[in-house]
């Protein structure tokens, strides 16, 4: 089965969770909004949003088409595809908690998004600076250390991975948070990790095994921006 | 099977997409920290979120234990509780796209919740009014109409329900979705529910359910107040 991702052609975003999984088993997928004639590409994939064209249409990108189903929601993604892409332990027990961790991460994508959009997406980051100053701080004094805590707390009683016993894409999602937060607060997360070893050594492990280590060496593997959801804007991070 | 429902006892908060289910199907059901002796039920709660005592901890409440499973996330719990419940379409696709659906309900209710806490969860509402106002603002010009004109769309082109030909946990969402709204912005809500004609409609419907209507009427409804994620600040919603 060709799988067709469709997503913001310039950024990470979301979609890069689908994109590290798809990567990761070796799936045959397109990513439909980077083909050439993007501009046409992206009005294919916001076409169908329209329930004109769907009877059950996304509500956000990313959304991934799967023969005739069309599944939305990047969590809601992974469990579709886990079972397919062998990134998830067989049994119903463990897709559930799988799927119960990668909800968590959602969360936490939500909250990384909002240090730089505090009031709204309508804006721009340069209208909302000050309360983004002063979201960022309570953002890494309380809240990353409570979830990366979590997570920490979850990888090193399951021996180093998240779930099961092989390579998952909550693992993989785990790599992307850990880049993603050293991109955007180098400084700070410096200091943090080091109560995290055992996320740090998954980040290593997840990098190192071959495919991903392949996509993350291409031209497909989009370098961070400040378009997505982990952005580097440094005076976010000073006291 | 009684099923065992673990939330903060004085909110209807994310617990009450729960609660509603359970109601509706006239499940067998303990809201654990609301039994008597509620400090030592709500200690009980949060013991179980430590990994000492279960394997898998819950990030959060709520939570729900069914027999030895202890699943966590608002949106699985619906997920894992529908079939069971006759609350979801049978078929694999259908229950898909009901939890689809549940993910974008969640998405809109982190959004609802910091509207009063844009900044932060460990400062007073009073202490980030100001960038309250502002979020307040865009959230009820652009966001509000944005994800609810969504859900019209999709009960609309389904004969006014959300997802199939019976009550869905999706359904009750919805109920659960305007009721709040209703509550926290009155004056606004007033005028543009208008544009929402097959939402009130299904509004009335699921109010109208007897199981669902005894509820309401009674104890266990706990009302609307200012620790919940609708909450009723005047001032937010003066121009």
């Known amino acids: 089965m060709r799988y067709e991702l469709y997503y913001w052609p310039g950024i990470q975003g979301r979609g890069e969770f689908v994109r590290l999984a798809l990567e990761a088993a070796g799936a045959d997928y397109v990513d439909v909004a980077r083909l050439s004639g993007q501009g046409k590409s992206v009005t294919a ?7 004109d064209v769907l009877p059950q249409p996304p509500f956000a990108p990313p959304f991934l088409k799967a023969g005739k189903l069309v599944i939305a929601q990047t969590a809601n ?5 886990g079972p397919h892409l062998g990134l998830v332990p067989a049994s119903a027990a463990g ?17 990384v998004h909002d240090t730089h959009h505090p009031i709204s997406v309508e804006l721009y980051y340069s209208e909302q600076k000050t ?5 960022t701080k309570y953002f890494l004094e309380t809240r990353v250390p409570k979830y990366l805590g979590y997570f920490e707390r979850v990888a090193a009683a399951n021996r180093g991975r998240m779930v099961g016993r092989s390579l998952s894409y909550v693992d993989l999602s785990m790599f992307q948070i850990l880049a993603g937060l050293r991109y955007a607060f180098p400084k700070t997360i410096a200091k943090l990790e080091r109560d995290w070893p055992t996320l740090v050594a998954l980040h290593h492990k997840v990098a190192a095994q071959p495919n991903v280590a392949a996509y993350l060496a291409s031209k497909r593997r989009i370098a961070f921006n400040e378009d997505g959801i982990f952005r580097h804007y440094p005076e976010l991070e000073q006291r």
Chains 1, 2 share one sequence.
């Not at 993604?77 to 595809?81: A, D, P, S």
Request: charged letters at 25%; zero cysteines.
């Open 131 to 135: 309360e983004a100053k002063r979201r």
């Open 95 to 111: 897709r559930s908690w799988a799927h119960q961790l990668q909800l968590t991460v959602t969360d936490f994508l939500f909250e």
């Open 77 to 81: 993604i992974l469990q579709y595809l």
């Open 45 to 51: 994939m916001l076409r169908l949003m329209n329930d």
